[in-house]
Structures are given as C-alpha cells and as structure tokens.
C-alpha cells in the first residue's frame, strides 16, 4: 500500500463527502462502492482496488490521508482537488519490496 496525504483548509467531513462523490461517481469503470465510513474515515472497494482515506487535524488544518494497492494515480487527482498539487505528498510503501504486507 502507498500512502498520499495533504493538508487542506477543506473540513473533515467534506473531505469525506468530495471523496464518496468522487469515487462513486467520477472513476467508472471502476467506480467504488463504500464499505465503511464515518465523518472521518472512507473505505472504497472497486473492481481495481481498495481505497481508504481518513482525516485528522494537524497545526490547525484537516490532515488527509489516502491509501491504495492500485489506484495511485486517481487518488492523487482527488487529493489534488483538496490543496494545490505539489502539497500532496507521498509517504513511502509499506513493508516489503512491491509495499505490500
């Protein structure tokens, strides 16, 4: 899994809501279906990949954070709809050569 995130002037739960509008409706064929949420948290799961993001607070601004095996590129244009583009940054992959585990 890689992780993106970007710090937005957009609150939590909009932050949220962009995201289940874009991800449901915006990125067919492979539009995303929620498997669980809250005003916080978002859990997608599409025919190409899982999608998780959550929010936080960090220096006064919403923290986002976004999570995927395959849809990097799709996650990065949602985040850049939240905050100029080069403030969205990339977190190194998880454990293992490919990130996964």
């Keep these: 899994m890689l992780i993106q995130e970007v710090l937005t ?16 409706l915006r990125m067919t064929p492979y539009a995303g279906f929620a498997e669980d949420s809250s005003d916080h948290h978002l859990k997608l799961t599409s025919e190409a990949a899982d999608i998780t993001i959550g929010t936080g607070t960090q220096d006064g601004r919403t923290l986002v954070r976004a999570s995927t095996s395959r849809m990097h590129h799709e996650v990065s244009q949602f985040l850049a709809t939240l905050a100029p583009a080069e403030e969205v940054r990339e977190n190194l992959p998880g454990p293992g050569v490919s990130g996964a585990g």
């Design 9 to 24: 002037d957009v609150p939590p739960e909009e932050v949220i809501q962009r995201a289940r509008e874009w991800f449901t």
